[in-house]
């Protein structure tokens, strides 16, 4: 057992430091401070922040200028505060997109204004037969399959959107609704490139082709895939001797797939995509201690801009989504812990101050970080994170991470005498947010979250809602906590939290199947990058390590994260699957017993 004496030294240590510190200013002034930077960060002419927008690069420049206005040094290896990255941003469309329809009766080419790329076509061209295979959905549980007996290798597939009942987000057909589900189902079935047109015995669905919209997972989708409008497809089941409504009617009706290869209908098409890269920045701001290690603390100021990825409003397309709350209201409280530490004086380690860019993307900042890091990770001791801290209710505050050090605990209960918030406690290091690749890493962690609410990633999410006082409450006891985390003596010991301690906190779409490695976001070459795996998991057992890249799950390929959401909704727990990732170069053979998804959801 570890001796209890140099903890109580250093809290009283932070009684005395924290009350010098409020006796030197009103009490209001921390109050107004992080309002007016909550009012500032959040603001209409910053448009919400999207990384890669200007907006996000306004944010970064006045961030910087704070932090140096409190005292930080300049922490970016360069000599600056910005560490700049660059990512994939969606696609932008060339100038040979084509698509003509041929056949029986005369040839003919669709004009551009009729038919686009989705966001996640790959680059490619396709010349083959066309075959109609329904809403392209092979739905085992749902007893459903539209490519039962159907050949559509080396084909190019026509397929209606929605499902055989509509449109509605919420029914059962919903995770086989997504394009992407339908994209990969065609590629994995062998299909050359797919179309897609809305039928039109889909109630309310209008004839329009989809937005060209970036897309979480930026990786294509492994084919060429098109968005048509219906004029397209009746084309083509016209040539045929048939009709695009009759088609449609014959599986509405009887909820069972009428696919046919439409003999002698031939397509032809070209996908002129390419990536579109954008950069953006983490901003950077250092204080040294005495010694040589460092606590880093992180909140991303980017936020989703003006829609509508990511957002929760059902027509965001425009509107500001402001981000107060997510995460000015951590930027502010960073900035505000930044003023105090300069206040306090050198510590025994550094503190790393670090607003992060394109989380809200998947973590793409922290994630370049924990690649780049300064200090090196070595010298970094533990990662505090703070992401929605501005809507404090009755003084409840989560608390994540406490499983992740066994040094968190008391250092929390001691932080908490004076704010005295009630604290939600979970083991876990994992989340989405900036703190999981740190922990993925192999970093005690610690993040901070005031809960959800119905303004989360919606315009609505604005600085009038915040608790500034709240916010306070939360700097004052992250501050204590991270005071402790600089001073104490022992370097604070890691622990990996077990599988079962570690929350479900991502929306599930209903697979109940759980394999336990943690996906890597920010990967952008073909497959699934695992930043970790969990301890215990089904993951582990079969030997998958952090690092490996997934490109094959049974007998699908395996591209992008979705590939692979979709391929884990077909499995049952209990299923033995053959993995193989890519490791040090070489393919890798894996066997996995598929788990159950452990713990609740929240
Ligand atoms: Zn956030
Ligand atoms: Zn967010």
Known sequence: MRRTAPGARLALAILVLSRSLAAESPKSAPVDRVRADVVRLSAADWQGRRAGTEGADRAAEWIAQQMKAAGLQPGAPDGTFFQAFSFIDGVVLGPGNALAVSGPGPRRDIAVADFRPLAFSAPGTASAEVVFAGYGISAKDLAYDDYEGLDVRDKVVLVLRYSPEGDVPQSRWAPFMALRYKAQTARDK???????????????????????????????????????????????????????????????????????????????????????????????????????????????YDHLGLGPFGSLDPSPDGKVHHGADDNASGVAGLLELARRFAAAGPRERSLVFVAFGAEELGALGSSHFVKNPVPGLDRIVAMANLDMVGRLREDALDVHGVGTSPAWRAFVDEANRGPGLKLRFHEGGYGPSDHAPFYAAGLPVFFVFTGAHEDYHRPTDTADRVNAAGLVKVVDLAFGVLLAAADVPQRLAFTRVPADKEEQQTGSRGFRVWVGGIPDYSQQDPGVRFSGVSPGSPAEKAGLRGGDVLVKFGEKEIRNIYDYTYALGERKPGDLVTLVVKREGKDVPLVVTLGSRPGGSR
């Not at 040539?239 to 069972?256: N, P, V, W």
Request: net charge positive.
């Open 190 to 300: 062998g299909a050359r490139a797919i179309v897609v047109v809305t039928g039109p015995n889909t109630a309310h669905a209008r004839d329009e082709l989809v937005p060209l919209r970036a897309d979480a997972a930026l990786a294509d989708a492994g084919i060429p895939a098109f968005s048509a409008r219906r004029q397209v497809g009746e084309e083509m089941l016209r040539q045929a001797g048939d009709s695009l409504e009759a088609a449609q009617k014959r599986i509405d009706e009887g909820k069972k797939p009428a696919s046919k290869v439409l003999a002698g209908v031939r397509a032809e098409l070209v996908a002129d995509v390419a990536p579109k890269r954008s950069t953006t920045r983490n901003v950077i701001g250092l204080l040294p201690g005495r010694g040589s290690e460092a606590v880093l603390v992180g909140a991303h």
